[in-house]
C-alpha cells in the first residue's frame, strides 16, 4: 500500500490572509524619527502614527512619537 492510499493522509486547513499596505516598515521609522531628518515628516504624520501605534497596543514605539512630537513643538 502506497502512502497516499493508507488512512494517515492529513488534513489541510486552509488560512485566508489579509495583508494592508503599510507606508513604512518598522526599521524605516525607527531610522527616519532617530536621526537627523526626521523633519521630512510633518506634525499631522507624526501625531498620526504615534495615535495609530498606541491603538494597536504598541506603546513603545507610540511613545516614540509622542516624544518626536513634543521635540518638534506639536
Do not use: W
Request: charged share 25%.
Amino acid at each position: 500500500m502506497g502512502e497516499s492510499e493508507g488512512g494517515n493522509q492529513e488534513k489541510r486547513k486552509v488560512i485566508n490572509i489579509t495583508t494592508f499596505p503599510v507606508p513604512l516598515s518598522i526599521e524605516e521609522i525607527k531610522q527616519t524619527i532617530f536621526s537627523n531628518n526626521s523633519a521630512k515628516y510633518t506634525k499631522d504624520q507624526i501625531i498620526t502614527q504615534a495615535f495609530k501605534f498606541h491603538s494597536e497596543g504598541n506603546i513603545t514605539e507610540a511613545k516614540k512619537y509622542y516624544q518626536l512630537c513634543i521635540k518638534q513643538g506639536c
